[in-house]
Every structure is written in structure tokens, then in C-alpha cells.
T-cell receptor, first 114, second 114 residues
Framework: EPEVTQTPSHQVTQMGQEVILRCVPI?????FYWYRQILGQKVEFLVS????????KSEIFDDQFSVERPDGSNFTLKIRSTKLEDSAMYFC????????????FGEGSRLTVL | AQSVTQLGSHVSVSEGALVLLRCNYS??????LFWYVQYPNQGLQLLLK????ATLVKGINGFEAEFKKSETSFHLTKPSAHMSDAAEYFC????????????WGAGTKLIIKP
């Protein structure tokens, strides 16, 4: 069964360092998302991406964050200068079409900022 | 604006007992509603969804949910709990005005007592 894959599963980094989280969405999907879940808190929307550009972003997605689809398969989330409060589980998701169809999630990348 | 409220951060039931996880939503447009499950150290998996068809929706693993517009509710039920149902359950509403991104409830951790 096709699935969304994310790497790394866990990354520990020092405050101020750059981090890139990688996602491989399901191959025929066109809409891509990043969500995050701080430990013990709600899942929060970060950004949606379609047709090689950001379609929407939340207040959380400030200038420290960026997304890219560099090669037609990977979908990356970059945090330029990590802060302690960026520690969270980051989920990538993809969807085949627009509309209320199912979002397929990866297993998440846990980021720990020290 | 859409929002989701899940009553009870933790629900504990005995194995074999009825499971009831509550979800209320607010939405300025007809909602699309989802329940996702997160098993320990895993990603988010769709249990079921309501997208304006039948109000009683059946999902995987014996779960079902009923959309009640008058009560703005979408409670999740299962007649007989199994130990393997222990997980965190998230209710979410989809924003059709925003690329159908999901707005999440805070989650309910389901604990199954032997």
C-alpha cells in the first residue's frame, strides 16, 4: 500500500542550527502539507503546497521556515535557525486531489532542540 | 471560523465496554469531519470521515461516528473496546475555504482496562 515516508524519524540539534526534514509523498498526490505537534498539545497546521508553491501558511510558519519540492518526489521542510520551542513532532501529509478527501500522513519526524 | 472541541483529554473504559469519544465542532460552512487515530510512536491514521453523505459513518476497526447537525457533534463510538484500541484519537474539521486543511481537536487518549 502506498505510504508517505518521512526522514529522519528523530533528530536532535543545537539551538540556532538549520534542520531539514524530508518527506516523500504518495507518488500521484498533488497536495502536500506539514503539520506539527508539540508534546501534549494539538496538531497544528503549518503550510500547504500545491503546484510548486505555497498555497497557505499559518502564523507559525514564519520566515524561519521554508518548504521545497526540489526534485518532484521529495517535499522538505527547512527550519533555518532552530529555537527551543521548535521541538515537536512534524508530520508530512499528502492528498491526491483537492476536496475533503483523506489526508495520508507519514509517521512523523521528532525534532528535539537543545 | 472552524474549530473542534474534544471533551475529555483521557477516557478510560474496560475491555468489552462501550467506547464513546466526544467531538463538537463549529463551522461557518457545511463541515467535513474526520476522526484520526495515533497509536504510540506512529503517525496519524484515518478512522473515518463525514463528507455530507450518510450521517452515520462506519470506519475501520469497528468504529463509527454519527454527524448530528442540531448538536454540532460528531462523536466516535465502538460497541466493545479491545485492548488494541488504546491510542490517542483526534477529531478534525476540514476547511473548504482553505485548501481543505484540517483544524484539529486536542485529542483524547483512550485507555483500556483489562
Amino acid at each position: 500500500e502506498p505510504e508517505v515516508t518521512q526522514t529522519p524519524s528523530h533528530q536532535v540539534t543545537q539551538m540556532g542550527q538549520e534542520v531539514i526534514l524530508r518527506c516523500v509523498p504518495i507518488s500521484n498526490h498533488l497536495y502536500f502539507y506539514w503539520y506539527r505537534q508539540i508534546l501534549g498539545q494539538k496538531v497544528e497546521f503549518l503550510v500547504s503546497f500545491y503546484n510548486n508553491e505555497i498555497s497557505e501558511k499559518s502564523e507559525i510558519f514564519d520566515d524561519q521556515f521554508s518548504v521545497e519540492r526540489p526534485d518532484g518526489s521529495n517535499f522538505t521542510l527547512k527550519i533555518r535557525s532552530t529555537k527551543l520551542e521548535d521541538s515537536a513532532m512534524y508530520f508530512c501529509a499528502s492528498r491526491e486531489t483537492t476536496g475533503p478527501g483523506e489526508l495520508f500522513f507519514g509517521e512523523g519526524s521528532r525534532l528535539t532542540v537543545l | 471560523a472552524q474549530s473542534v472541541t474534544q471533551l475529555g483529554s483521557h477516557v478510560s473504559v474496560s475491555e468489552g465496554a462501550l467506547v464513546l469519544l466526544r467531538c463538537n465542532y463549529s463551522s461557518s460552512v457545511p463541515p467535513y469531519l474526520f476522526w484520526y487515530v495515533q497509536y504510540p510512536n506512529q503517525g496519524l491514521q484515518l478512522l473515518l470521515k463525514y463528507t455530507s453523505a450518510a450521517t452515520l459513518v462506519k470506519g475501520i476497526n469497528g468504529f463509527e461516528a454519527e454527524f448530528k447537525k442540531s448538536e454540532t457533534s460528531f462523536h466516535l463510538t465502538k460497541p466493545s473496546a479491545h485492548m488494541s484500541d488504546a491510542a490517542e484519537y483526534f477529531c478534525a474539521v476540514s476547511r473548504p475555504d482553505s485548501n481543505y486543511q484540517l483544524i484539529w481537536g486536542a485529542g483524547t487518549k483512550l485507555i483500556i482496562k483489562p
